[in-house]
């Protein structure tokens, strides 16, 4: 089972669904609440993105198991120890203003997500990504589409993806670092 979500086939996903969000905003969301919620549960992160469902409507339900799948793959990637996590935004085939605007979308329910809790940390580096962070959330999304643009654009679309993995790290460090004293000896 591939780990991979694809963007295009999932964009439609809350279109039936009672939500202000964009897919890209709820996977914001639900990153930055994976990283402030040690055991976050499905219901924790729709509760926050949906204001109701209807399992009975065959839309919603649809919908509903297409979120689950996102849930669970994106949790899957955000402890994949080969820091295989990717951003769900507009990939590189559609115009930069595209990819641009869910980026930013992405920015700001990830910063929503961590918002949903108090942040308890005092590391420099992650407190810095959190501020970039905020400062691309704000960005304008109208850039022309030429080649320098979408160098510039991958590679924030790059400090995102790696500082929001970063973030996760320092708010949750991983428990497969942790070297027992017992085993040294």
Not at 76 to 92: C, G, R, W
Not at 101 to 127: P, R, V
Not at 148 to 165: H, P, S, T, W, Y
Request: aromatic share 6%; hydrophobic share 40%.
């Amino acid at each position: 089972m591939s780990n991979k979500l694809n963007f295009d086939q999932l964009k439609t996903t809350l279109h039936h669904l009672n939500t202000d969000d964009t897919l890209s905003s709820a996977h914001g969301i639900l990153c930055g609440f994976a990283c402030i919620k040690p055991n976050l549960g499905l219901d924790d992160w729709l509760n926050e993105v949906l204001v109701s469902i209807n399992l009975n409507n065959l839309n919603e339900k649809s919908a509903h198991e297409k979120l689950a799948q996102i849930f669970n793959k994106t949790l899957s990637q955000l402890s994949d120890e080969t820091l295989d996590f990717q951003l769900l935004i507009a990939n590189d085939e559609k115009k930069l203003c595209i990819q641009a605007s869910t980026l930013i979308q992405w920015c700001q329910g990830y910063l929503a997500g961590l918002g949903l809790q108090k942040i308890s940390t005092t590391d420099e580096e992650a407190l810095e990504i959190i501020k970039d962070l905020y400062e691309i959330s704000r960005l304008d999304a109208d850039l022309l589409d030429n080649e320098k643009n979408a160098q510039d654009l991958n590679e924030i679309i790059e400090f995102v993806r790696m500082g929001a993995l970063l973030i996760q790290e320092t708010l949750q460090p991983s428990k497969q670092d942790y070297i027992s004293p017992e085993i040294l000896h």
